[in-house]
């Protein structure tokens, strides 16, 4: 009995305390300070971007002027080599596309009509073979007549 007493494992009473933190609340600051630390680098790099950026500035009408006349040539050469063309083709095929769905129309119901008829065919000619309709049969060659081969002619070219 004594040994079964040593090897249990005693339980003591734990004092109240108040809870631990959870860890998003140990982790926010950490997350604060390095957002804080982006957002400083990227503001400086925006400063210095800036300040390289400003003498061009002045530059930039010059550079405009001179590349204008590149600009308005382009402009008119698409103008007229791809918008107006592609007008074109739109006004054209908004204007026959009531003739592209009547036409398609006009198939799919000729393909019905066409395929009903044929069924409606079937159904007669199967009906009349059923009720014994009778085909005429050729007269059939009796073995008193002999069959007579025919003589060839040849055609000269004169």
Do not use: N
């Not at 339980?11 to 959870?22: F, R």
């Not at 204008?68 to 596309?97: C, E, G, K, R, W």
């Not at 069924?119 to 073995?143: D, E, M, Y």
Request: overall charge positive.
């Amino acid at each position: 009995m004594s040994m079964l007493t040593e090897t249990t494992p005693s339980v003591a009473a734990v004092s109240p305390t108040a809870p631990p933190s959870p860890p998003i609340a140990q982790v926010l600051p950490l997350v604060r300070l390095v957002a804080s630390v982006c957002s400083w680098v990227i503001y400086l790099t925006f400063r210095a971007l800036l300040g390289i950026l400003a003498p061009l500035q002045l530059l930039l009408p010059v550079i405009l002027s001179l590349v204008s006349p590149i600009t308005v040539t382009l402009y008119i050469v698409m103008d007229a080599a791809i918008f107006t063309p592609l007008s074109l083709l739109h006004q054209t095929i908004s204007a026959l596309y009531p003739l592209y769905v009547f036409f398609a129309i006009a198939c799919l119901t000729g393909a019905a009509v066409g395929i009903l008829g044929r069924l409606i065919i079937f159904t007669v000619l199967g009906f009349l073979a059923h009720k014994g309709f009778q085909r005429r049969s050729r007269p059939s060659l009796t073995t008193s007549q002999p069959l007579r081969r025919r003589k060839r002619r040849t055609v000269r070219i004169q």
